[in-house]
């Protein structure tokens, strides 16, 4: 695993009832949400094995938009996540599938999500213990790995030309 802490392992203050499919997924909306500086007004999520098979029963669909709409895994408002997307205007739809061809790991989101004149296409992966990981954006292998007390803005800003270049590309 990629534990750097006892923290790691133990997880962050979270709204539940799973770090790895509900605090480590808000981690990956929240990525996103600071790579497009706002919520997006769109996003196309699927989820992968594990997360394709659970994720109502474990808030992860919940855990995603909370995240996509800038909250932080404490933040109680996640448990009405899909009223607050609806109540920001965004467009969502989850699909499902079994492989992803990107990455091997039963706790993966591809999101693709459009905010104004931007579209960023992110996949991160949950690892456990509220740890996360980016591992695509765009098209482009990375390794951003996230914990709840990472300030994402400043990761994400690292990223943010490789969104000019994609819709450039468009």
């Given at each position: 695993?990629?534990?750097?802490?006892?923290?790691?392992?133990?997880?962050?203050?979270?709204v539940g009832p799973?770090s790895?499919?509900?605090?480590?997924?808000?981690?990956?909306?929240?990525?996103i949400?600071?790579?497009?500086?706002?919520c997006?007004?769109?996003?196309?999520?699927?989820?992968?094995?594990s997360?394709?098979?659970?994720?109502q029963?474990h808030?992860?669909d919940?855990?995603?938009?909370?995240?996509?709409?800038?909250?932080?895994?404490?933040?109680?408002?996640i448990?009405?996540?899909?009223?607050?997307?609806?109540?920001?205007?965004?467009?969502?739809?989850?699909?499902?599938?079994e492989?992803?061809?990107?990455?091997?790991h039963?706790?993966?989101?591809?999101?693709?999500?459009r905010?104004?004149?931007?579209?960023?296409?992110?996949?991160?992966?949950?690892?456990?213990?509220?740890?996360s990981k980016?591992?695509?954006?765009?098209?482009k292998?990375?390794?951003?790995?996230?914990?709840?007390?990472?300030?994402?803005?400043?990761?994400?800003?690292?990223?943010?030309?490789?969104?000019?270049?994609?819709?450039?590309?468009?």
């Amino acid at each position: 695993m990629e534990f750097q802490s006892c923290f790691d392992i133990i997880g962050p203050i979270m709204v539940g009832p799973s770090s790895s499919h509900t605090a480590g997924v808000v981690s990956i909306g929240k990525f996103i949400f600071e790579l497009l500086g706002d919520c997006p007004e769109k996003a196309n999520i699927v989820f992968y094995d594990s997360f394709a098979e659970t994720y109502q029963g474990h808030g992860t669909d919940k855990a995603l938009l909370g995240g996509l709409l800038g909250m932080d895994t404490d933040d109680s408002r996640i448990k009405s996540s899909l009223d607050w997307a609806k109540k920001h205007g965004m467009q969502y739809q989850f699909d499902f599938a079994e492989n992803c061809e990107y990455y091997d790991h039963p706790n993966i989101a591809m999101v693709t999500a459009r905010c104004g004149d931007y579209v960023v296409k992110v996949g991160g992966v949950s690892l456990g213990g509220g740890l996360s990981k980016i591992f695509m954006i765009n098209e482009k292998m990375v390794d951003i790995r996230l914990s709840a007390g990472d300030d994402f803005a400043v990761l994400a800003r690292h990223y943010q030309p490789i969104r000019k270049e994609l819709m450039e590309a468009i």
